[in-house]
């Protein structure tokens, strides 16, 4: 009887243990289940990179999972921004959201973390490897056409025209400005009168454009591959008292440019989508993690924005996303 | 209904018992108290399941609609106050004098600092003409507002107040500020007359997006707001909207009001609630995620679950714990009760269990000990009606034995040999003395060979000397015990059948001696000895013949094996010609208080 009893005892506790480690481990299941995704943008500042960051925000809060974000203190800091790369792989972080300051240097850590099982999303620039499990862009190249297109037509189709690019080595700057001279081609009355590049230097462009208005005061218009470039360009222009005479083709929307379009001066711009790359990014990082299947890349169109249409309700909130 | 339902349920219960063919108690009692468990298990975790699961989906519900009532109750008030910051300067404006002046801005300055959710206020005339307006911004020259809804539609309907939608405010130079705006006709004194106009109160939109950014439903779900014409006024997720990621169902919204309802939209199940804003018609619309709602009634199912499984296997080990407790004593009883059936009485089982199983072990005690008294009362009885027998068997001895001694006697008196009568008379008379020797059944030694002498003297008148014999006795056994006339048969054996048919002159020999421990009787003849199968039968029939006392050797021996036990008796060695040796083995005893003392009493109570 004894033995029985004994024997009755152990039995309870057994289903009481395993009762417990049942509990415990469904608490565990739901606090893991949230995944970890680490974004690591080229720089927290400015327009761009604030909107792509803020599209990320806005998935991760629909999708139910947690963003870890970094980015370099200094946009150009390429080591830093590998670093910072190479810690995420160590945290083991469920998917990595990249995007890159350099078209080859993070290569290798991208590599290594894809080798891991870690899926790797590259946002707004390309990388020089294909181990990554997708790259979600700006059609670069279609923009800077879209672009040619648009600033024919303000032309008339005909006259000079002068391109201040900002990057000669961005795969992007190249591709915008491919885009751009594909376009242009077709008008053969559109010629290209000169071509410069600011590296991204809103001084620089200002200068640049002055140069090129007074040695070419033949120019109908002028195209600006990015937002600083467009500033600066723009800024010559008003200075110069050209308004209306030389037009400008834009790229992106800062209050700057809004302001010159306001004015008349910025005649239209072509506006990405950086919001939805971030929102994608993320999307595209948990169908990677649920091992979807998805395109290796993914191009976000962009859109021309004229000086008469800025004020249209659906233009309102792509120029304007940020509510101060 | 119900009865058949039982009969159907205890029938297939019963069957699915049958076809385990065990039907211990320990596996029915398990069994049922399984099938018991599970149909009680299985009915309340329902219940409880539907029952929690309910609240949880009203609780869900009511979450949802007091978040939604929380917000519109904001709203209200936020939109409350833009009203009556217009009614004010509606009635400032009204009351100046001439406009513009100084004192309208200043008044306007002291409510728009006070104020910091208010980014303009502005007066126009019906014209589209800056009036007043602070902060003093430049207005676009680009801009028609008469052209613009805000403006448009006040003058058109003097008496509704116009809520705008958000919009990025674009009639001052260099501002480009998410607001919502108020306009309402006003009527001001210009130049001595009353002219109408319109005011315009912006408020900034960031105050709705905070206000509605931080309220979630749920762990993904959020609110969105529309216009009475179903344009968005706030999403959370604008821009996904904006670009056409993101769509929601505004046409069905639309038809309702107030309420909820649950829609599927997108591959998703969603519960949609929705309030109206007071003053500006806005609709409020709560998106909750159904899947979250069901995720916790599957969280309390699983719950549900694991306790009732948690509950059965309790239940089932409690119950395989008390039928093995039942049952046990049983088998145990069982076990017991098998050994009886194969003969083994002397069990005692310890009575222990339920009541019923103790009182069960008690009554099978008392039916073991009551047959093993029986069985013992059986054996006596039967070994003292053969002492009985056999003790009636001594008396036929001598009525026989007496006529043939008293002829002889008769004849030696007729030829009157005086000295024969006396020796035969003398002889007979220590026969009988020591035959009957008061009844006892145990004697000594000495009075046994006396008895056998006298005997022999008898048996050798009267055949006419035709035998000697001799008793030889080692002195210290005279004194032991013996029971009585055993001798005499065994002599009475050799003469009729060892002497008797003798040419020669025959010889007997009885002689009394210790061996092997034992008492030792020996009767020995040079008579004809028998042949073995004779031999062989001797001790095992009743013999033939009724010659003699009748009380054959097989007599002696079965009641020495019935007083002494079976390692004593009879043990008879015959050749043919030669003789025969009859020994007869006897315990020694030297009291009064032998072990046979047992029969001598029940041979008395019988």
């Given amino acids: ?324 | 209904m119900s009865q058949r339902l039982f009969k159907y349920l205890k029938n297939s219960f019963m069957g699915i018992i049958n076809s385990f063919r065990i039907k211990s108690i320990q596996f029915i009692i398990t069994v049922s108290f399984m099938f018991i468990t599970t149909l009680a298990m299985v009915f309340v975790g329902t219940t409880i399941y539907n029952r929690i699961s309910n609240l949880a989906e009203q609780n869900a519900f009511i979450n949802t609609r007091q978040i939604i009532d929380q917000v519109n109750l904001n709203l209200d008030y936020y939109l409350r106050s833009m009203l009556e910051t217009s009614n004010y300067l509606d009635n400032i404006i009204y009351y100046n004098e001439s406009i513009p002046n100084e004192k309208l801005t200043e008044q306007m300055n002291v409510v728009l600092n006070s104020r910091k959710d208010i980014v303009t206020l502005a007066v126009f005339s019906s014209e589209g003409e800056l009036v007043a307006g602070v902060p003093p911004f430049k207005v676009k020259n680009t801009v028609d507002i008469t052209e613009q809804d805000w403006f448009k539609v006040p003058l058109q309907e003097p008496a509704n107040l116009f809520f705008s939608s958000p919009h990025v405010q674009n009639l001052f130079e260099g501002q480009h500020n998410w607001v919502v705006s108020l306009s309402r006709q006003v009527t001001f004194n210009k130049d001595g007359k009353k002219v109408k106009g319109v005011l315009l109160v912006d408020m900034n939109f960031n105050v709705i997006d905070q206000l509605c950014q931080k309220v979630s439903l749920g762990k993904r779900g959020y609110i969105y707001i529309i216009d009475s014409k179903g344009n968005i006024v706030y999403h959370p997720q604008q821009q996904l909207i904006n670009i056409g990621l993101k769509r929601e169902n505004i046409e069905e919204v639309l038809e309702h009001v107030f309420g909820r309802y649950i829609d599927n939209f997108g591959g998703e199940e969603r519960l949609v609630t929705i309030q109206t804003v007071n003053y500006s018609r806005w609709r409020i619309v709560g998106i909750a995620y159904m899947d979250e709602i069901v995720g916790i009634k599957k969280d309390i199912g699983n719950y549900v679950l694991w306790i009732s499984a948690l509950g059965m296997l309790i239940v089932i080990s409690i119950s395989a714990f008390i039928s093995a407790k039942i049952s046990k004593p049983i088998k145990q009883l069982e076990k017991s009760m098998k050994l009886v059936e194969e003969g083994q009485f002397d069990i005692n089982i310890d009575v222990k269990g339920e009541a019923e199983v103790a009182q069960l072990s008690k009554t099978f005690n008392l039916m073991v000990t009551r047959i093993r008294q029986l069985m013992k009362q059986i054996v006596h009885e039967q070994e003292a009606k053969r002492i009985s027998e056999i003790n009636a068997l001594q008396a036929q001895i001598n009525p026989h034995f007496l006529y043939n001694t008293l002829d002889s006697i008769v004849w030696m008196a007729e030829h009157e040999k005086s000295e024969d009568v006396i020796t035969m008379v003398t002889a007979l008379a220590k026969l009988f003395r020591i035959s009957i020797s008061r009844g006892k059944n145990i004697i000594t030694v000495r009075e046994e060979l006396e008895h056998a002498k006298n005997y022999l003297v008898i048996q050798k008148k009267r055949y006419k000397n035709k035998f000697e014999f001799e008793i030889e006795a080692q002195g210290e056994v005279l004194d032991l015990k013996t029971p009585k006339l055993i001798l005499q048969p065994i002599i009475e054996n050799a003469i009729y059948h060892g002497i008797e048919y003798m040419v020669d002159k025959g010889f007997i020999k009885v002689s009394v001696s210790i061996a092997d421990g034992k008492l030792l009787y020996q009767v020995m003849d040079n008579g004809l000895g028998m042949e073995p199968e004779v031999l062989n039968n001797l001790l095992i029939n009743e013999p033939k013949s009724k010659k003699g006392s009748g009380v054959g050797v097989k007599n002696v021996h079965e009641r020495i094996q019935l007083y002494f036990g079976r390692e004593y008796g009879l043990q008879i060695e015959s050749e043919l010609e030669e003789g025969t040796n009859v020994k007869i083995w006897l315990p020694i005893v030297r009291d009064e208080n032998p072990e046979g003392l047992l029969h001598e009493k029940n041979d008395k109570a019988v």
Avoid at chain 1, 19 to 36: A, E, G, M, P, V
Avoid at chain 1, 46 to 53: D, M, P
Avoid at chain 1, 170 to 195: C, F, H, M, T, W
Wanted: charged share 30%.
């Fill in chain 1, 1 to 324: 009887m004894r033995k029985m009893i004994k024997l009755f005892r152990l039995v309870f506790l057994t289903i009481f243990t395993v009762f417990l480690i049942s509990c415990t481990k469904n608490n565990d299941i739901n606090n893991t289940s949230r995944k970890n995704i680490s974004l690591i943008l080229r720089t927290s500042y400015g327009y761009h990179w604030g909107t792509i960051k803020m599209g990320a925000y806005a998935a991760a809060r629909e999708f139910n999972v947690d963003i870890d974000y970094t980015s370099p203190y200094d946009e150009d800091d390429v080591n830093e921004q590998i670093n910072l790369v190479n810690q995420a792989i160590e945290k083991k972080v469920d998917a990595l959201i990249l995007g890159v300051s350099d078209y080859e240097a993070l290569s290798e850590s991208i590599e290594r973390a894809y080798k891991q099982g870690i899926p790797v999303i590259v946002v707004d620039s390309e990388v020089d490897t294909e181990k990554v499990n997708s790259c979600i862009l700006t059609n670069n190249y279609e923009a800077g056409k879209k672009a040619g297109d648009v600033l024919a037509d303000i032309i008339g189709k005909e006259g000079k025209v002068g391109i201040i690019n900002y990057d000669k080595e961005d795969r992007n700057a190249q591709l915008r400005e491919e885009g751009l001279i594909s376009a242009i081609k077709k008008y053969p009355e559109v010629k290209v009168a000169a071509k410069e590049y600011c590296f991204s230097d809103m001084k620089q462009a200002y200068n640049l454009a002055k140069k090129m208005l007074s040695e070419n005061p033949d120019i109908d218009a002028i195209v600006a591959l990015n937002e600083v470039a467009s500033e600066g360009v723009a800024q010559a222009v008003d200075e110069m008292k050209l308004k209306g005479s030389v037009k400008v083709m834009a790229f992106n929307s800062t209050f700057q440019e809004i302001d010159y379009m306001d004015k008349g001066i910025i005649q239209a711009t072509i506006v990405q989508n950086p919001f939805n790359m971030g929102y994608l990014s993320v999307k595209y990082a948990l169908d990677s993690i649920e091992k979807k299947e998805i395109d290796k890349r993914i191009y976000i169109d962009s859109r021309v924005i004229y000086r008469d249409n800025m004020y249209l309700p659906e233009n309102q909130k792509l120029l304007f996303p940020f509510i101060k």
